[in-house]
């Protein structure tokens, strides 16, 4: 069991800036693909971001490309979620997931993650 934990939310300005953390338990965090998804109030958990194992590999959805920025430290068993130039349009739940099943694909979906933080809610005042 994989137990992943959010920090980093907030509430900041539009414009402004925060820098999302998820602290993963175990030993495996290198080996899995890890993903940020949000939820705002009224609709579906939507895909933000991805990295792959090893790192080498990101991914975005396209109204966070250039603003959002994906990374890890396998040695701190930690993903980061660096995120600029907020606007209101971002405010929602950030949740945090890793992919554990060793695939080469690194998944979009809600459905192509096994484990998932409690979310941490990021607030973007106008």
């Known amino acids: 069991q994989v137990q992943l934990v959010e920090s980093g939310g907030g509430l900041v300005q539009a414009g402004g800036s925060l820098r999302l953390s998820c602290a993963a338990s175990?030993?495996?965090?290198?080996?899995?693909?890890m993903g940020w998804f949000r939820q705002a109030p009224g609709n579906e958990r939507e895909f933000v971001a991805a990295?792959?194992?090893?790192?080498?590999?990101?991914y975005y959805t396209d109204s966070v490309k250039g603003r959002f920025t994906i990374s890890r430290d396998d040695g701190k068993n930690t993903v980061y979620l660096q995120m600029n130039n907020l606007k209101p349009e971002d405010m929602a739940v950030y949740y945090c997931?890793?992919?554990?099943?060793?695939?080469?694909?690194?998944?979009?979906?809600?459905?192509?993650?096994?484990?998932w933080g409690q979310g941490t809610q990021v607030t973007v005042s106008s």
């Open positions: 997931a890793a992919d554990s099943r060793l695939l080469v694909v690194v998944s979009t979906i809600p459905g192509g993650y096994d484990f």
């Open positions: 175990g030993r495996f965090f290198s080996t899995y693909h």
């Open positions: 990295i792959s194992r090893g790192g080498g590999r990101t």
